[in-house]
């Protein structure tokens, strides 16, 4: 939503060209444009938060000056970080479900008419980072719970937080450390012993340019 943020995860797109964007599919007959963000992200601040409403506010209003037909309506999508293995922050944590909670709420306070609210469930989202950085002692976990029930957790109304629970405690592992952990560059990985032939130096290189926010 804010060219920082934008930065920070290396998206060269400026305003300017997102919006040209949104204009030319408008003059093409489009009315729905939907927006696909990310809550959460390193270095995330509720200024960052509210570009994201702004942004797409500012998408919609183009909408009814340019849209042909029936009044355009905007999709604003916000999933949640989740670091994932050979990436630049595969090393940082993931974002509280209460900051999570709340930034979704801040979202939804501010969207106006025209503009509609995605978002996913945050107890998945956490559960995605705890095996996203997981190790081997994980596949204990995931057996026993679904020895438990668990079924289907991607889709909402299956999703069974008890099982997942009552599966880490019985295991004896704490799945905090997985998901909100921030690890040194140095830090040996579960996945190392794979060769993604993706360079970690590069990673870690990245890693620190993102936090700067540079921009290749």
């Known amino acids: ?44 601040t509720d200024v960052d938060v509210d570009g994201l409403v702004d942004l797409a506010h500012e998408i919609h209003a183009l909408g009814r000056r340019t849209a042909q037909g029936r009044p355009p309506e905007v999709t604003l999508s916000a999933s949640s970080f989740v670091p994932k293995a050979v990436t630049p922050f595969q090393w940082v944590g993931q974002d509280r479900l209460p900051s999570l909670y709340r930034k979704q709420d801040r979202i939804a306070s501010r969207v106006r008419r025209g503009v509609r609210f995605k978002h996913h469930e945050c107890e998945t989202t956490f559960l995605e980072g705890v095996f996203s ?27 069974n937080l008890d099982a997942w629970q009552r599966a880490f405690r019985e295991e004896g592992i704490d799945p905090e450390p997985y998901a909100y952990g921030d690890w040194p560059t140095d830090r040996r990985l579960p996945w190392d012993v794979l060769d993604s032939l993706v360079n970690k130096k590069w990673l870690a290189l990245e890693l620190k340019r993102a936090l700067t926010e540079g921009t290749l």
């Not at 950085?133 to 909402?156: H, I, M, S």
């Open 1 to 44: 939503g804010t060219q920082r943020l934008r930065n920070v995860i290396n998206k060269n797109l400026n305003e300017d060209q997102i919006l040209n964007a949104c204009r030319l599919a408008f003059e093409a007959g489009w009315d729905l444009i939907k927006l696909y963000f990310m809550i959460g992200l390193p270095t995330e």
């Open 133 to 159: 950085r997981g190790d081997r002692k994980l596949g204990a976990v995931l057996e026993r719970a679904f020895r438990f029930g668990a079924r289907f957790d991607g889709w909402a109304e299956h999703f």
